[in-house]
């Protein structure tokens, strides 16, 4: 089955920077779409980012739009959420999520997506 795995955060002041990956066991990306989702505590989890695999298209929710940027490269099964601008409100687990099959277009709701990682923490500090 396909194992997803991010990695990259930790403890950054305001204003930093700060690179998340999300690696796959296998070439899932090269076939579906994959999102960026993240939940703060005591709040639902949201929607951040999503990168389509064939084509590069992109969505952003408002709040992160301009400031962080997803990317992707499948030839390392692996995909990127750059972040500048970090604000404390961007303090939250993240969580990297692929589409089922060869489902490729672009979705914001957590249903959509089938395969989830375990989280890594991002904590902006004020």
């Known amino acids: 089955q396909v194992q997803l795995v991010e990695s990259g955060g930790g403890l950054v002041q305001a204003g930093g920077s700060m690179r998340l990956s999300c690696a796959a066991s296998e070439r899932t990306f090269s076939s579906s779409a994959v999102a960026w989702f993240r939940q703060a505590p005591g709040k639902e989890r949201e929607f951040v980012a999503a990168i389509r695999c064939r084509g590069g298209n992109t969505l952003y929710t408002d709040s992160v739009k301009g400031r962080f940027t997803i990317s992707r490269d499948n030839a390392k099964n692996t995909v990127y959420l750059q972040m500048n601008s970090l604000k404390p409100e961007d303090t939250a687990v993240y969580y990297c999520?692929?589409?089922?099959?060869?489902?490729?277009?672009?979705?914001?709701?957590?249903?959509?997506?089938?395969?989830w990682g375990q989280g890594t923490q991002v904590t902006v500090s004020s």
């Open positions: 999520a692929a589409r089922d099959g060869s489902y490729d277009y672009l979705r914001i709701h957590q249903f959509e997506y089938f395969y």
